[in-house]
T-cell receptor, first 112, second 113 residues
Framework: DQQVKQNSPSLSVQEGRISILNCDYTNSMFDYFLWYKKYPAEGPTFLISISSIKDKNEDGRFTVFLNKSAKHLSLHIVPSQPGDSAVYFCAASYTGGFKTIFGAGTRLFVKA | KAGVTQTPRYLIKTRGQQVTLSCSPISGHRSVSWYQQTPGQGLQFLFEYFSETQRNKGNFPGRFSGRQFSNSRSEMNVSTLELGDSALYLC????????????FGPGTRLTVL
């Protein structure tokens, strides 16, 4: 039962353009959403998050949008850089749950 | 501040054996979570420990177990290994267990032959 879904296994983008990574969830109890970035041979690192009371959160080149009615969130990276090439995981949690549910990940390739 | 460390980094076992993986959290962190990463499945939550108590667990069979010691170090044990247990096992530590405060270790790559 995949409660968090990332339907695109990979995405290729030209340097300088926008990267849009998508994520859908099914559990309406989730009230906190996160994006992690993972390089090979390293553990995931936290990138950006958004609470369910917001619909947008921005941090530098990274913006996360949340559409609660559609149970959908997306990560925008503008402008994309070759160093952004990594696997991006969408994740969700709920208050008091003490567990984080991850999607399968999307591998982003940023071409120079 | 030292990061999360996991030992061993690589492990090869055969079917039917058991294995114990270790995770040392960042100093001061009391929460340790364990995840299994396989291609196409992403990170699957195994369990979370806080101050030696398991607070939540994922949907894994009883062959997967864990514990946490008084110094917050945690171990994960898998008994009667199956081929499908081959994966990268990640642990993450945080002060309170909040998802946005988690720091991940590099993982232990387990191969079951």
């Amino acid at each position: 039962d995949q409660q968090v879904k990332q339907n695109s296994p990979s995405l290729s983008v030209q340097e300088g353009r926008i990267s849009i990574l998508n994520c859908d969830y099914t559990n309406s109890m989730f009230d906190y959403f996160l994006w992690y970035k993972k390089y090979p041979a390293e553990g995931p690192t936290f990138l950006i998050s958004i609470s369910s009371i917001k619909d947008k959160n921005e941090d530098g080149r990274f913006t996360v949008f949340l559409n609660k009615s559609a149970k959908h969130l997306s990560l925008h990276i503008v402008p994309s850089q070759p160093g952004d090439s990594a696997v991006y995981f969408c994740a969700a949690s709920y208050t008091g749950g003490f567990k984080t549910i991850f999607g399968a990940g999307t591998r982003l390739f940023v071409k120079a | 501040k030292a990061g999360v460390t996991q030992t061993p980094r690589y492990l090869i076992k055969t079917r039917g054996q058991q294995v114990t993986l270790s995770c040392s959290p960042i100093s001061g962190h009391r929460s340790v979570s364990w995840y299994q990463q396989t291609p196409g499945q992403g990170l699957q939550f195994l369990f979370e420990y806080f101050s030696e108590t398991q607070r939540n667990k994922g949907n894994f069979p009883g062959r997967f177990s864990g514990r946490q010691f008084s110094n917050s170090r945690s171990e994960m044990n898998v008994s009667t290994l199956e081929l499908g247990d081959s994966a990268l096992y990640l642990c993450a530590s945080s002060f309170r267990g909040r998802a946005d405060e988690q720091f991940f270790g590099p993982g232990t790559r387990l191969t079951v032959l």
